[in-house]
């Protein structure tokens, strides 16, 4: 069984109230840390209803996504509803091995809260392991409190759903170095 990194990009932080602009999966051998695989799909944005929903995103999260390109994506995907991505996406884990899998990535209770309040969420978590989860975010937490144990891997900053699995892996992989060395 691989391993599923999953990093959500969303309007906000309110699963109840924002919604999800992209769903990127990177699936890993748990081996080595390789990348076997992985995909990307961009929410469909309609530029009517984008505008009365521009209006309640907050200037921060509007200016990220407007400089890294994901909004303009958005307007410009053909994605019909997230219904279908949550398929496609289910599809793409059990393809690659990963159904049965952890759902691993940094702060992903983030990630599983909106695909719970999603209602075709569901089609992707269906395959995950419902209560465990590898979050590497709790490693940067360790690394903050006790710098001595262990040295913070550090964070990028791109805010688009693959390039934060992809760190994601990367600050795993530099963790696992120093807790393990070359052992894995």
């Given at each position: 069984?691989?391993?599923?990194?999953?990093?959500?990009?969303?309007?906000?932080?309110?699963?109840?109230?924002?919604?999800?602009?992209?769903?990127?999966?990177?699936?890993?051998?748990?081996?080595?840390?390789?990348?076997?695989?992985?995909?990307?799909?961009?929410?469909?944005?309609?530029?009517?209803?984008?505008?009365?929903?521009?209006?309640?995103?907050?200037?921060?999260?509007?200016?990220?996504?407007?400089?890294?390109?994901?909004?303009?994506?958005c307007?410009?995907?053909?994605?019909?509803?997230?219904?279908?991505?949550?398929?496609?996406?289910?599809?793409?884990?059990?393809?690659?091995?990963?159904?049965?899998?952890?759902?691993?990535?940094?702060?992903?209770?983030?990630?599983?809260?909106?695909?719970?309040?999603?209602?075709?969420?569901?089609a992707?978590?269906?395959?995950?392991?419902?209560?465990?989860?590898?979050?590497?975010?709790?490693?940067?937490?360790?690394?903050?409190?006790?710098p001595a144990?262990?040295?913070?891997?550090?964070?990028g900053?791109?805010?688009?759903?693959?390039?934060?699995?992809?760190?994601?892996?990367?600050?795993?992989?530099?963790?696992?170095?120093?807790?393990?060395?070359?052992?894995?």
């Amino acid at each position: 069984m691989n391993l599923v990194f999953l990093d959500l990009e969303t309007t906000g932080l309110d699963p109840m109230r924002d919604m999800i602009l992209e769903t990127g999966i990177v699936i890993v051998n748990p081996s080595d840390l390789s990348v076997i695989t992985s995909k990307n799909w961009v929410s469909h944005l309609d530029p009517n209803f984008s505008r009365a929903l521009w209006s309640r995103v907050s200037l921060k999260v509007r200016q990220m996504h407007v400089d890294n390109g994901l909004w303009k994506e958005c307007l410009e995907s053909d994605r019909e509803s997230y219904r279908h991505i949550a398929n496609e996406a289910a599809a793409f884990i059990r393809e690659n091995d990963g159904w049965g899998s952890y759902l691993c990535g940094n702060s992903v209770h983030f990630d599983r809260s909106f695909l719970q309040a999603n209602p075709s969420g569901g089609a992707i978590l269906e395959g995950l392991h419902s209560h465990r989860h590898l979050d590497v975010s709790s490693l940067n937490v360790i690394s903050e409190i006790w710098p001595a144990l262990l040295v913070n891997a550090g964070k990028g900053e791109a805010h688009r759903a693959i390039e934060d699995c992809l760190d994601s892996i990367r600050q795993l992989t530099f963790y696992l170095t120093q807790v393990l060395g070359d052992g894995r």
